[in-house]
T-cell receptor, first 112, second 111 residues
């Protein structure tokens, strides 16, 4: 079956630093989504990507749909303490059932 | 008010008990989902429903059942709870696209 590998598992950075995380899949995906989960809350959609090569920004966040359609990247520039949380990638393959596969998550901690 | 609500937010139960988790949404979406979250495993799909008459198993449906009582309501039942069903449970909704909107979660502990 389709699998997603998200890395790194966790990051501990200084406020102001840039952050990069990525997801790779074992098969081609048609959609990539990036979510953030704050402690005690449900995941919130950050960015959605629908075309290979697509680069989309949401404030200080930028995500890219890899050209091979097997990977996606999320970058956060100039991190701030409220960026703390768990970031999940999710992807959908070629079927049209709407079922997403989620990565294991990247836990981000920001030191003020 | 929140678009997707879940009740209860926290629940402690004993092995063998039947429990129900409820989800309601005001987004008007046809599609609803139940996910389970365990540390280090991301979110895994339990069941999903594309409309009131459509119910489908996800990747980890064993030990669970669901009921879609109305477009806005989708409940998850554990017929006989066991300790390895201790987890964080999320309900989500979507329109026909891929983007999903999650509820705040129900933290379940099975003793």
């Amino acid at each position: 079956g389709q699998q997603l590998n998200q890395s790194p598992q966790s990051m501990f950075i200084q406020e102001g630093e840039d952050v990069s995380m990525n997801c790779t899949s074992s098969s081609i995906f048609n959609t990539w989504l990036w979510y953030k989960q704050d402690p005690g809350e449900g995941p919130v959609l950050l960015i959605a990507l629908y075309k290979a090569g697509e680069l989309t920004s949401n404030g200080r966040l930028t995500a890219q749909f890899g050209i091979t359609r097997k990977d996606s990247f999320l970058n956060i520039s100039a991190s701030i303490p409220s960026d703390v949380g768990i970031y999940f990638c999710a992807g959908r393959g070629s079927s049209n059932t709407g079922k997403l596969i989620f990565g294991q998550g990247t836990t981000l901690q920001v030191k003020p | 008010d929140a678009d997707v609500t879940q009740t209860p937010r926290n629940r402690i139960t004993k092995t063998g008990k039947r429990i129900m988790l409820e989800c309601s949404q005001t987004k008007g979406h046809d599609r609803m989902y139940w996910y389970r979250q365990d540390p280090g495993l991301g979110l895994r799909l339990i069941y999903y429903s594309f409309d009131v008459k459509d119910i489908n198993k996800g990747e980890i449906s064993d030990g669970y059942s669901v009921s879609r009582q109305a477009q806005a309501k989708f409940s998850l039942s554990l017929e006989s709870a066991i300790p390895n069903q201790t987890a964080l449970y999320f309900c989500a909704t979507s329109a026909r696209g891929d983007a999903k909107y999650f509820g705040p979660g129900t933290r379940l502990l099975v003793l």
